[in-house]
């Protein structure tokens, strides 16, 4: 009996056509002979959809048609301990069942999704799912927080200030001045919670710094501001594994057409209709293996593995890197991406790993965690109700 997988993808989110673009990558090279394949479509209103036609990238130049084909269903967990899909509504006729669930594959991107929501949900249906649970997510996407966790772990980061969108709003000026006594220009402005180079500028002077922080807001209430490398030599390398082990990849060199790869860079700058933004990551300019020497590139699948272990991530992460030509090369991680576009299996063929093979390994290592997951007690046989002292209205005090 073959596995079925429910390939998650969409979302409330910027960075939606990339998820459905690496999501249906993933579907087409994964193996048809061992897993059923379910899509399941989340709208950018937060419906959920499934049906075949969601698996056809060329359905989705007509967004409003392709959801009048495809079939509205809910996601619950039914009476005989299954995920089960039904039609929403339920008919008044017939059935309202679809098809169940073995293990959820979230192949998504950004807020809502990436962020740790998305798999909370999945942990309350008590199924298996691939990827990062919701801690290593929520702290994955969170620039602020993953710039600490990684900071206290002692792994380099570049300087960076950061704020609330509404603490700039009401003290602008004191905001410019400790970004410039902490910093000095050129600085990069980010959202802190957004992947894609989404609402990411540069600043040189205090006029583009607001430019840049106004952009940044439009997209989270939380900015990070960080020191800008000006001679850099950007690099990625993606890593496979749990907590117990994990292995990198080879490493990419990223050439973008400015200071850093803006999300036209990364989704449809320069290819043609034919490998641009339906290929995506893989269409990116790029070197692989990147030219930064053996010595360098065991540096940074090291500092990969590292950084991917710190935050307890479970199956394929990219970690992207900077290196400061004008700094005796010094590596810095820039950020994790926990669910990376495409999955970075353009990363992993040239290390020996086809991208069937590669998918296989995500969900034999969600399986892995739910057994783990199943050996641990999470509830006891006790009713704190049935005490005779209990008073309702006090509740424990005294």
């Known amino acids: 009996m073959k596995t079925r997988v429910a390939v998650i993808f969409g979302g409330m989110s910027v960075e939606h056509e990339v998820s459905v673009i690496s999501a249906l990558q993933a579907i087409q090279n994964m193996d048809k002979e061992r897993y059923e394949i379910i899509p399941l479509y989340i709208s950018k209103e937060g419906s959920w959809y499934t049906g075949e ?46 098809n169940e669930i073995d293990v959820a594959f979230p192949i998504v991107h950004g807020t809502f999704v990436e962020d740790g929501v998305l798999q909370g949900f999945l942990e309350l249906l008590k199924i298996p799912y691939v990827g990062c649970d919701v801690v290593s997510s929520s702290t ?30 009401e003290d602008q000026d004191a905001l410019v001045k400790k970004v410039e006594e ?39 209430l939380k900015i ?26 080879v490493i990419e060199q ?28 893989e269409s990116t300019n790029r070197i692989i293996p990147a030219e930064i020497g053996e010595e360098k590139t065991k540096e940074v699948q090291e500092l990969a593995k590292r950084a991917f272990q710190v935050l307890g991530c479970n199956g394929v992460s990219r970690i992207d890197f900077l290196i400061d030509n004008d700094d005796g090369k ?18 992993w063929e040239p290390s020996g790993k086809p991208y069937q093979q590669l998918l296989n390994d995500l969900i034999q290592l969600a399986l892995k965690r739910e057994r783990e997951r ?23 005090k005294q």
């Open 53 to 98: 036609e969601l698996i056809d990238i060329e359905e989705y130049k007509n967004l409003k048609g392709l959801l009048q084909k495809a079939q509205k269903v809910q996601i619950s967990r039914t009476s005989v301990n299954q995920v089960a899909i039904h039609k929403d509504p339920k008919p008044k006729f017939g059935k309202s069942f679809i």
């Open 140 to 169: 994955g996407m969170d620039k602020v927080i993953m710039k600490n966790v990684y900071r206290d772990s002692g792994l380099p980061i570049l300087e960076y200030v950061w704020f609330y969108s509404s603490e700039w709003t």
């Open 182 to 220: 902490t910093l000095s220009y050129p600085v990069i402005v980010k959202p802190a919670n957004l992947g894609s180079s989404v609402g990411i500028s540069k600043a040189t002077n205090q006029e583009e710094l607001e430019e840049a922080v106004e952009l940044a807001s439009q997209f989270a």
């Open 224 to 249: 990070v501001v960080e020191k800008a490398v000006q001679n850099l030599t950007e690099v990625n390398c993606s890593v496979l594994g749990d907590y117990e082990s994990v292995e990198a990849s």
């Open 254 to 281: 990223v050439l973008g057409s400015d200071e850093f790869l803006s999300y036209e860079d990364k989704y449809a700058g320069g290819s043609s209709k034919d490998s641009g933004a339906s290929k995506g990551m």
């Open 330 to 347: 010094k590596v810095y991680i820039n950020e994790i991406n926990t669910i990376p576009g495409s999955l970075s299996f353009y990363l």
């Open 374 to 396: 199943n050996q641990l007690m999470f509830s006891i046989d006790s009713n704190l109700f049935s005490l005779s002292k209990l008073s309702g209205g006090k509740g424990s």
